[in-house]
Nanobody, 128 residues
Framework: QVQLVESGGGLVQTGGSLRLSCVAS????????LGWFRQAPGLEREFVAA????????YYADSVKGRFAISRDNTKNTVYLQMNNLKPEDTAVYYC?????????????????????WGKGTLVTVSS
């Protein structure tokens, strides 16, 4: 059974940085595509970033390009989201997600980019 547990959220001022972590349990982590999504109050969940199983390919929403960086450590079953130059509009609950069928890459054509497992989320609040 796959479980994802996020950590690292909190309150930060505009321009600050946070690093989110997501530890996964379950077999086959090294072959999973992974992603981060977020949901702000009153809005739908949106894509933030994704990374292929080999970490050779990363993808970002336009709103976070140049500010956020996704990475993974397959030896620790962990995926990270480094968030720099945070803005109030980045305030949201951030969710880690995994696609155990993503061994050929991130499946952008599938619902939720193929992500099948989700963490419970970690809250990021950026004050102005």
């Amino acid at each position: 059974q796959v479980q994802l547990v996020e950590s690292g959220g909190g309150l930060v001022q505009t321009g600050g940085s946070l690093r989110l972590s997501c530890v996964a349990s379950g077999h086959g982590f090294t072959t999973w595509a992974l992603g981060w999504f977020r949901q702000a109050p009153g809005l739908e969940r949106e894509f933030v970033a994704a990374i292929s199983w080999s970490a050779g390919n990363t993808y970002y929403a336009d709103s976070v390009k140049g500010r956020f960086a996704i990475s993974r450590d397959n030896t620790k079953n962990t995926v990270y989201l480094q968030m720099n130059n945070l803005k109030p509009e980045d305030t949201a609950v951030y969710y880690c997600a995994a696609d155990p069928l993503g061994n050929s890459g991130v499946r952008f054509g599938a619902p939720d980019y193929g992500m099948q497992y989700w963490g419970k989320g970690t809250l990021v609040t950026v004050s102005s």
